[in-house]
């Protein structure tokens, strides 16, 4: 649907695009996430034609964008700051984009109402747009995008500007809503939680790069570096030392774990670059409760630290004989009492949810 072959981008000196190739699917929700300056918004406004690119090539359903200004792209961006004009009403905000289409008008209110009930808010047409809540405001940008049934719909930052509560649910919203019209999303985001629960696919960018393309479950479970894993939610690292390998298996020692042994699957794909690793995330530790037999392995260590959320508890632990603390996560049970720093513990993990970075 969307390809980009190649693709780089000079701001005068500054090489803002590095190379990108990727293709993104037909109707697939897709996001493109990484830190500020990464290059993700310069991305997004190529497919839009809203900025030229310096060799390469951006392709859409096989056509070379190359010659094609924004106006005439199956395109349609919906911004952070969702521009609407406070002096109109509602309607009128939303078939901005048909004031030149030679419908008549009762067919385009209708196109407007229809547009309004896609996003929630079936009925505000006669509303002062200035009065509406930011939540609202961007239903409005996004019923106005969408009237024009573009074929991509480019999402910078939509939700950024939002609080938490009402982007967690304008994300659910924005899912159905993708899923109900059926057209390519996507989305640009610094928000890594954001883009692990919208996205079909999610490409993370580093320095005008991908550093990894993939689906949130992969990206979560099987990060390619160490810096992947490093932005996306929380992954423990411990140094490792690699013994021997062979018959798809790899050795390691592992201060605080012990002698281990991971599949070459287990293995990240890209090149750490200095010392081999062993990466974890929080959620494959357990704390042992007394009596408790774990299910594949254990260490003993001391409790650090301790962060309660309600539902679950963050558990800093210092493994015997290593110093940082990792990060265990506890959902919260009724009856189990939280522990209290100080405690010796028993750490329960399993070697197949460790990841190998070397
Ligand atoms: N018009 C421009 N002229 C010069 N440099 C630019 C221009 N637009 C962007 N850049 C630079 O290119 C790099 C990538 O910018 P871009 O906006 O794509 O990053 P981003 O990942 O979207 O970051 P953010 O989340 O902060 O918007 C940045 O270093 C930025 O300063």
Redesign the pocket.
Known sequence: MIEFQDVH?Y??D?H??RGITATIREGEFFS?L????????????TIAGF?GISSGAVLIDGNSMENVPANKRPTNMVFQSYAIFPHLTVAQNVGFGLRRDPRSKAEKDKLVEESLEMVGLKGYGARAAHALSGGQRQRVALARALILKPKVLLL??PLSALDKKIREQMQVELIKLQREVGITFVL?T?DQEEALVMSDRIAV?FE?EIAQLADPETLYRRPNSRRVADFIGVMNFLPARVLGEGNGHIQLDVPGLGPLDVTEEQASAAPNGGEAAVGFRPETLTLLYDGQTPLDREAPGTIDEVVYYGDMTYYDVKLDGVEKPVRISMRNVFGRPVLDVGTRTRVAWSPGALVLFR
């Open positions: 981008k701001y005068g500054y803002a695009l493109l990484g830190p500020s300056g990464c290059g993700k918004t310069t991305l997004l406004r900025e910078d930052e640009v610094h960018m005008g």
